[in-house]
């Protein structure tokens, strides 16, 4: 194995600030990479060069220094048919960095995104995923890396997997950057703080972002993630957004202007700065003259209790709004929904989860608990559904280790296992799971002997189970205790001890509390009487989220009148709202968010209207049928398309430019839509089967990203338009002759990489040349609208959505 170099990072860098290097693909370009050409092949082609841009990086002050291997994983080298040489690329390029850092500088392993969604919105699971980033980070600490940056991850889901793998695989320390959109949010549409609960738990050294539009961009996120955590923060900015110059890309930011907003990160509270594209050794020497010899400003930021779904996140606190864990997906005694889990449909599962996050449900417990079946693959099967459905954190109700963690693998966000007992065997199969994926625990207070009747003896359980989740490396926010209900009608002496145990865990251990409250009723008539009147008795004695069902109109009028005489609905003001119109003791109020205020519309509601409703629903697995019934009723397929599908897909399309949905919600009402309108094709008239028009997409020649590309695709063909994709890296030529060949209306060009940007003013060029009426839209992260317009081409699409909107006015036009 090769020497890494001896340094402790955490220390230092509560000392001082680290200097990261810049772009490399930059310098590659400079050095002669050509278009099309695989940049971590120069690893084993031109290790002289890469040495050379290493040392030019360190001589400008650098404190880290990454390899280049962004694009070093299965998934991308396969596109150059290298998928063989993941090992030796990745061990060539650390020991060519570690050559040219010798003791001056640490070596980190630069990994970027594979390339793929993940499912349920593509095609990759977590255990591919896992493999190819493990097999990158065995081999880069093997050969003496010092440690793993990950970049430029646009999906949390991806980055979640990757920084699992190093940590698992490596005994590393991991700095995980996401890139993120003009909005704040990620391409899939996670807030900084969103990722900063979920990578902390994960155990990374820094979380932090990089690319994006700039420091002016990224300055705003790393504030967010300063005032979340006290982790440390990295953060590699752009050199500005890049323009077009004659034939030639720029990134207009000098290197004295980075060296300005550099501090300003600094002051935000970042503890390593450096540069991603369009910056150079002359941008990090003026960054690292500038920060030299600064400390780091001091934060310390108070724990969060908290549960994440992929874009929601869910804060359990004496401030907060009072939050419950939904109770209902839970199949027994319920056989409707104990025949669907066995059958593997998930729709009543489905059902239940809308319902209930409709109700008010901040968060849901997911059982799988069917007799015979298949337990690992229908819950992982369950989570997958359930994420389609609802965006909020979830709570996996196993005693089956291998259900569980296949939940945590499908599950992406933060949730909660449900749970461990103080038995040793139960704590040494659960407690490394929930160290290995970044979730909480619950401890029940029992153990081999059973339920203590006494408080003391329950409060025993909970300090062991909480001393051996320390032990295994949880935190204090990573543990829950359930105190246990037992039933009033058979041991009414044990109600008020579980309440006894309760008080004990908030004041001496001072962690947070759940409880299934409706056991207290069971053989019990009126049982929404007693249940309600215990969870008022509960909150009082300090219960922080109750397990309970969302339907019962009594245990919600309790948790919003605790939230006024808790002083956690300021001015009763979301109390007023559901209770102002209420005119009988019968009619019920709307339901409320943890976050307090009336429920806004993470659900969207009915209409009315079933066809229309599941396509804003994304309900896929039931479009056709309601299509049918809808056939079989005497409606005409046209209308169906026109009065229900159409105005579906509108409708999610306003809630994705309102920010209610994001690009997940965004792509699954779009493949639902296309499910009813395929049912419905063979039925149209030939006229009427004529498709909205045709649109060639293409990735511009030099250029091999093309997930963004692909995206639209989905979309635009879900919208009823013709598509051809012809890929990535394809030269104008090839694009202008297809669109001739099949009569294109629109050409939809991508690209990533600013070097391939002037590609598409060729297109454009082209076009024009051959006096074609063919239209040209253009999109990817480095362009802007003024790009566009420079260029002459017809429209400009930040994202999906913007597409499917500018490919409209423009064949409309």
Known sequence: MSES????????????????????????????????????????????????????????????????????????????????????????????????????????????????????????????????????????????????????????????????????????????????????RTLMGTDPVNAVLMLEALGVTAVGANCSGGTTQLLPVIEQMARTTSLFISVEPNAGMPTLVGEETVFPETPAEMARHALALRDAGANIIGGCCGTTPQHIKAISETLRGLTPVSRKTAPVWAFCSRTRYLVISDEAYPAFIGERINPTARKKLAMDIRDGRMEVVVGEARRQVEAGAAMLDVNMGVPGI????????????????????????????????????????????????????????????????????????????????????????????????????????????????????????????????????????????????????????????????????????????????????????????????????????????????????????????ASGGPKPPTVATDTGDPIKDAVVKGQKGQIVDLVRKALNDGQNPMDIINRHLIPGIEEVGELYDRKVYFLPQLMLSAETMKEGFEYLKPLLVKEAQ????????????????DIGKNIVGIMLENYGYRLIDLGKDVPASQIVARAIEEKADVIGLSALMTTTMPRMKEVVELVKSRGLNTKVVIGGAVLTGDYAEKIGADGYAPDARAAVVTVNRLINR
Do not use: W
Not at 517 to 540: C, K, Q
Not at 690 to 705: C, K, M, P, S, Y
């Open 690 to 705: 004529v498709q909205r028009g045709t649109v060639i997409l293409a990735t511009v020649e030099g250029d091999v990203h």
């Open 5 to 184: 170099m001896s340094i402790d990072l955490c220390s230092e860098l509560q000392k001082r600030i680290f200097i990261l290097d810049g772009a490399m693909g930059t310098m590659l370009q400079q050095e002669g990479l050509g278009r099309g050409e695989c940049p971590e092949m120069f690893n084993l082609t031109h290790p002289h060069i890469l040495e050379d841009i290493h040392s030019a990086y360190i001589e400008a002050g650098c404190d880290i220094i990454q390899t280049n291997t962004f694009g070093a994983n299965h998934f991308k080298l396969s596109e150059y048919g290298l998928g063989d040489k993941v090992e030796e690329i990745n061990s060539r390029a650390v020991k060519i960095a570690r050559k040219a850092a010798g003791t001056r500088a640490l070596v980190a392993l630069s990994a970027g995104p594979s390339g793929k969604l993940f499912k349920p919105f593509g095609d990759v699971e977590f255990d591919e995923l896992f493999e190819a980033f493990s097999v990158q980070f065995r081999a880069a600490e093997k050969a003496g890396a010092d440690l793993i940056s990950i970049e430029t991850m646009t999906d949390i889901a991806e980055l979640r997997v990757a920084v699992i793998a190093a940590l698992s695989t490596t005994r590393l320390p991991v700095l995980a950057h996401l890139t993120f959109e003009p909005d704040g």
């Open 374 to 593: 298949d337990e690992p693959a229908a819950m992982k099967k369950a989570v997958q559904e359930i994420q389609t459905a609802v965006d909020v954190p979830i709570a996996i109700d196993s005693t089956d280790p291998a259900a569980i963690e296949a939940a945590l693998k499908a599950f992406v966000g933060r949730p909660l296992i449900n749970s461990t007992t103080g038995e040793e065997k139960s704590l040494d199969r659960i407690l490394p799971l929930a160290k290995k994926y970044g979730a909480a625990v619950l401890g029940l207070c029992l153990d081999e002997n059973g339920i203590p009747s006494r408080a003391e003896e329950r409060l025993a359980i909970a300090e062991k189970i909480y001393r051996r989740a320390r032990e295994y490396g949880l935190r204090d926010q990573d543990v829950f205790i359930d105190c246990l209900v037992k039933t009033a009608s058979a041991e009414q002496e044990q109600v008020m001890e579980t309440l006894r145990t309760l008080q004990m865990v908030k004041s001496q251990l001072k962690l947070k509390t759940v409880l299934g409250v409706s056991n207290v009723s069971h053989g019990l008539p009126a049982r929404d009487i007693m249940n309600s009147s215990y969870l008022a008795m509960a909150m009082a004695c300090g219960l922080d989220l109750p397990i309970m069902n969302p339907f019962e109109e009594r245990m919600q009028d309790v948790i919003r009148a605790a939230a006024v005489l808790m002083n956690r609905d300021s001015y009763a003001s979301s109390y007023i709202e559901c209770y102002k119109n209420r005119t009988t003791p019968e009619k019920k109020a709307p339901p409320v968010t």
